[in-house]
């Protein structure tokens, strides 16, 4: 009998799933899909029932985002049929071609459309929720329609089941929508009617979260914002409405900019793509091929300064490795048969062959992507007990906006409380501040996982560092020059940087270096 899985809500930030016996396949698709979920504080399986309990925290964007991905994962799960997996063009142009997928559900779906952006030559992928097609662009120059479907079709549904979080996108829409809308009712250049259905179109995302909200049981900010936005208009107050609902908007946008940059910078601290591996045939030969195309048990080669294609073992050769982008330790690390590499790490010095293990998004990197791609969606401690407050004080809002109007028989006094925003400047203020620190602190080379953290520092008191590698720039240089009695500096690094101008470890690259900045010709005898 096939599995048929159902969520159920049980209060605030806690879920239980029924349907799943334990031990089998939908288990396990849940089971990962949970473990993987930034979102999900802990969970369970009944090993009797196999019912799933999950703790949860939503994130600031829209409240019961988390129960909307699930409700889809959970459809997802109950709809994986035995149909085999195929991907066929639908229809294409010269850079452009759209693929219709079969066999995979809606997960695997975005996965693999993340793992076609990776592909050389690939500009932008996209694909449809709840549709079966992808779109990909791509340089002609570069990359074929044949290539890129030869590339995709080596793909593995079991490896695609892992969630890959498609990036953030920036709410312009709603943003410009507002500012148009506002231009209109301060000029009046339409009449009233258009005016008011131009700013009942604007409510449209404050009034999903407001009614997401009341589906588990909560009030929200946005609620307020919501009536307010129709009590303004109900007096004939298009201008205040509008206004009202722009700023919802433009905090929307500002929001969804801090977070895109912080996601940015902190994904330039460990992404380094190569999009090409030495692969390794079992006869000796090496050919190249895409990193996409590398599966566990393949061997590939690595050469002076190129990266990792995969996390593996080093199966023969010595080399040093600059490995500092994920481990941020900045000493070069020798690596020799036997011992461990991973994607993002560089070869300094040497060359080595290395078995793969994990490959694509199964990779540390990118398991730490798939965290990064989520900064901002956590509200920080501040922000959600300022929220929760803010939500608190609605009802009596509401209350004292009826009463005021009632008393005075002027329901302008009604608008003129209603109007009182107490959640947009939380909502955006303290995760924007939080985002740009996370930025600014990522451009120094500096990682923040989550912005949490920063509340964290206000109560330490002691940092521990276990390595000093997170304390230094990983760029050896010259500082100062220290010489005998009768040999100038200009004679010392000339012969240093002489001997030195072939190579291209870090001893050697500082000593060129400063020799270059002091303006010391290099020695062409010493050199050859």
Not at 70 to 76: G, I, K, P
Not at 105 to 128: D, F, M, N, S
């Amino acid at each position: 009998m096939k599995a048929y899985l159902e969520a159920f809500q049980r209060g605030p930030g806690r879920v239980r799933i029924v349907g799943a016996r334990h031990g089998s396949a939908a288990a396990s698709l849940m089971e990962a899909w949970l473990a993987e979920r930034i979102d999900v504080l802990r969970f369970e399986q009944r090993a009797g029932s196999g019912v799933f309990y999950a703790d949860y925290d939503d994130g600031i964007a829209i409240p019961g985002r988390f129960m909307r991905s699930l409700r889809a994962r959970t459809h997802a799960i109950n709809c994986v049929t035995d149909e085999a997996f195929e991907i066929t063009p639908v229809h294409s142009l010269r850079g452009r071609i759209r693929l219709r997928v079969a066999g995979v559900h809606e997960g695997q779906l975005t996965a693999l459309t993340a793992r076609a952006a990776t592909l050389p030559g690939v500009e932008y992928t996209k694909h449809i929720s709840g549709g079966r097609t992808m779109l990909v662009v791509y340089d002609p120059e570069e990359a074929s329609e044949d290539l890129i479907l030869a590339n995709l079709l080596k793909s593995d549904t079991a490896e695609l089941t892992r969630e890959w979080p498609e990036p953030a996108s920036i709410r312009w829409g709603g943003a410009l929508a507002g500012t148009w809308t506002l231009f209109l009712c301060l000029t009046r250049a339409i009449s009233f009617p258009w005016l008011a259905l131009g700013v009942a179109l604007n409510t449209f995302r404050p009034l999903a979260r407001s009614i997401a909200a009341l589906g588990e049981g909560e009030i929200s900010i946005d609620l307020l914002d919501v009536i307010a936005t129709f009590a303004a208009l109900a007096t004939g107050r298009p201008i205040t409405a509008a206004f009202v609902i722009w700023m919802v908007g433009v905090g929307d946008l500002l929001l969804d900019i801090s977070a895109v940059h912080a996601r940015s910078a902190l994904a330039k601290l460990i992404r380094r793509k190569e999009p090409d591996a030495l692969r390794v045939l079992p006869g000796g030969q090496v050919e190249t091929a895409p990193v996409g195309d590398l599966q566990a048990g393949d061997r590939f080669m690595v050469q002076i300064g190129h990266g990792m294609a995969a996390d593996g073992k080093v199966v023969s050769g010595v080399a040093e490795v600059d490995g500092k982008a994920l481990t941020g330790e900045s000493q070069l690390l020798p690596k020799k048969e036997g011992d461990a590499v991973f994607v993002s790490s560089v070869v300094v010095e040497g060359q080595i062959v290395v078995e793969v293990e994990h490959a694509g998004m199964n990779t540390e990197v990118a398991k730490i992507e798939r965290i990064l791609s989520t900064v901002g969606t956590k509200p920080l401690t501040l922000q959600r007990d300022a929220l929760e407050v803010a939500s608190k004080l609605v009802l009596p809002t509401l209350g004292v906006a009826s009463l005021a109007g009632f008393l005075s028989s002027d329901w302008n006094r009604t608008v003129c409380v209603l109007i009182t925003d107490f959640g947009t400047g939380i909502r955006v203020a303290v995760p924007t501040s939080a985002l740009t620190a996370m930025t600014l602190a990522a451009r120094e080379g500096v990682l923040f996982k989550g912005a949490q953290y920063f509340e964290r520092l206000s109560k330490t008191g002691v940092i521990v560092f276990d390595k000093t590698g997170t304390l230094t720039s990983g760029v050896p240089e010259v500082v100062e020059v220290v010489t005998v009695k009768g040999v100038t500096e200009s004679t010392l690094i000339t012969a240093c940087a002489s001997a030195e101008a072939r190579h291209d470890h870090p001893v050697a690259k500082a000593l060129k270096a400063h020799a270059k900045k002091k303006r010391f010709p290099l020695s062409e005898s010493d050199a050859e």
